[in-house]
């Protein structure tokens, strides 16, 4: 079946520091990708997507490449902010029309 | 823009009552899901429809039914309520096409406590 695998958490970061958040998958054929961020009390927010191999999603400074031959979908950014803070969800879908499978996620607390 | 609407956004019940929560899609989304989020959990998927049909089905409770209503709403109905079923339900809504048409778009939430 189709999976997710994210690091473990919680990562706690300096602002300004560099940010990478992995994550690898498990499905067949050429899944979509997506980042997911859930703020403290809130939804969860689409942050960035890649429908296809080697494609690149980037938002608000966030960026990952859709990596085939590693099946992996890693977030960075270059400079995190103590807005930044919130819990980030890598996620699957195999088909546009499919459910999403999550992966654990993991919390990013950036410190002042 | 129009987002997703859930309703309510917070609902208190005592165990073996009934719940029912309520998803109003953005405008010209077809395609309906509904994730039940546990306490530290991430979210799993129970049950999608499409064009009011449904078109899968998660890790959902047979104490569990959702349905989507002709003008796309769509609503989850739950009993015999369980501790366990405390949790955050969300919602999300996909369009028919467009640039979007591989993204969900997710509602606030309802956080349902079961007591």
């Known amino acids: 079946g189709n999976s997710v695998t994210q690091m473990e958490g919680p990562v706690t970061l300096s602002e300004e520091a560099f940010l990478t958040i992995n994550c690898t998958y498990t499905?067949?054929?050429?899944?979509?990708l997506f980042w997911y961020v859930q703020y403290p009390g809130e939804g969860l927010q689409l942050l960035l997507k890649?429908?296809?191999?080697?494609d690149k999603g980037s938002n608000k400074g966030f960026e990952a490449t859709y990596r085939k031959e590693t099946t992996s979908f890693h977030l960075e950014k270059g400079s995190v902010q103590v807005s930044d803070s919130a819990v980030y969800f890598c996620?699957?879908?195999?088909?546009?029309?499919?459910?999403?499978?999550f992966g654990k996620g993991i919390t990013l607390s950036v410190r002042p | 823009a129009a987002g997703v609407i859930q309703s309510p956004r917070h609902l208190i019940k005592e165990k073996r009552e009934t719940a029912t929560l309520k998803c109003y899609p953005i405008?010209?989304?077809?395609?309906v899901y509904w994730y039940q989020q546990g306490p530290g959990q991430d979210p799993q998927f129970l049950i999608s429809?499409?064009?009011?049909?449904?078109?899968d089905k998660g890790s959902i409770p047979d104490r569990f039914s959702a349905q989507q209503f002709s003008d796309y709403h769509s609503e989850l109905n739950m009993s015999s309520l369980e501790l366990g079923d405390s949790a955050l339900y969300f919602c999300?809504?996909?369009?028919?096409?467009?640039?979007?048409?591989?993204?969900?778009?997710f509602g606030p939430g309802t956080r349902l406590t079961v007591l």
């Open positions: 890649a429908t296809k191999a080697d």
């Open positions: 405008p010209r989304h077809d395609t």
């Open positions: 429809f499409y064009e009011k049909m449904q078109s």
């Open positions: 996620a699957l879908s195999p088909r546009a029309n499919s459910k999403l499978t």
């Open positions: 499905a067949t054929g050429y899944p979509s």
């Open positions: 999300a809504s996909r369009p028919t096409s467009g640039i979007s048409y591989h993204e969900q778009f």
